[in-house]
């Protein structure tokens, strides 16, 4: 669910973005916001730890010494997209996902999880009490612009288990009293 949110953000700023572009010569840059489509994920309660783009772009550098990351607000329509990017020594981004419909896809992920045996049931309990996650995508997602059509080319290629995305996953875990996803091979990588 949050993937098509995501998707429906990208689509309406494509479509505003054509919409513009009909009557000019050139059109305008495409905002840089990563990949809709999220490579892992931090689920946590936002009751335990309040976060936004500048507090996890601090937990994210202060996570490794080669970790460079930083927090950035992207215009986005009429709105401002604030995410957090990270250039070194992978590069990605993360965005918090807090939408109200989370909790029950959330709930949902548990349901799943139970029925596959995947978590111990403190964990199961846990789970089901999250209401956010930190959605880690990547960060090279190509926009091809022509006069007849805008293409965004969402992709994960962000690889959850290279070890400096592991690290600031692990950190980002503990920060949050959270449980951690990975959305490529569908496994949990919660310690």
């Given at each position: 669910m949050?993937?098509?949110?995501?998707v429906a953000?990208?689509s309406?700023?494509?479509?505003?973005?054509?919409?513009w572009?009909?009557g000019t010569?050139q059109?305008?840059?495409?905002p840089?916001?990563g990949?809709p489509i999220?490579?892992?994920?931090?689920?946590y309660n936002?009751?335990?730890?309040s976060?936004d783009?500048k507090?996890?772009?601090?937990?994210?550098?202060q996570?490794?010494?080669?970790?460079?990351?930083?927090?950035e607000?992207?215009p986005l329509?009429?709105t401002?997209?604030p995410?957090?990017?990270v250039?070194?020594?992978v590069?990605?981004?993360v965005v918090?996902?807090?939408?109200?419909?989370?909790a029950?896809?959330?709930?949902e992920?548990a349901?799943?999880a139970?029925?596959e045996?995947?978590?111990?049931?403190?964990?199961?309990?846990?789970?089901?009490?999250c209401?956010a996650?930190l959605?880690?995508?990547?960060?090279?997602?190509?926009?091809k612009m022509?006069?007849?059509?805008?293409?965004?080319?969402?992709?994960?290629?962000l690889?959850?288990?290279?070890?400096?995305v592991?690290?600031?996953i692990?950190?980002?875990?503990?920060?949050?009293?959270g449980?951690?996803?990975?959305?490529?091979?569908?496994?949990?990588?919660?310690r």
């Amino acid at each position: 669910m949050a993937e098509w949110i995501i998707v429906a953000g990208v689509s309406l700023t494509v479509f505003a973005v054509w919409w513009w572009a009909r009557g000019t010569k050139q059109p305008p840059p495409f905002p840089d916001i990563g990949s809709p489509i999220a490579s892992a994920r931090v689920i946590y309660n936002t009751s335990d730890i309040s976060l936004d783009n500048k507090k996890i772009a601090e937990l994210i550098n202060q996570s490794t010494s080669e970790t460079v990351a930083r927090a950035e607000d992207v215009p986005l329509l009429n709105t401002v997209f604030p995410l957090v990017r990270v250039t070194a020594p992978v590069s990605y981004v993360v965005v918090v996902n807090d939408h109200q419909d989370v909790a029950e896809e959330l709930k949902e992920l548990a349901d799943a999880a139970e029925k596959e045996n995947q978590l111990p049931k403190e964990l199961l309990d846990k789970l089901r009490r999250c209401n956010a996650s930190l959605d880690l995508s990547s960060a090279n997602s190509p926009v091809k612009m022509t006069s007849k059509a805008i293409v965004v080319e969402a992709k994960t290629d962000l690889d959850p288990t290279s070890p400096p995305v592991l690290k600031v996953i692990q950190a980002l875990e503990t920060a949050t009293h959270g449980l951690s996803f990975n959305c490529v091979d569908g496994k949990w990588l919660t310690r």
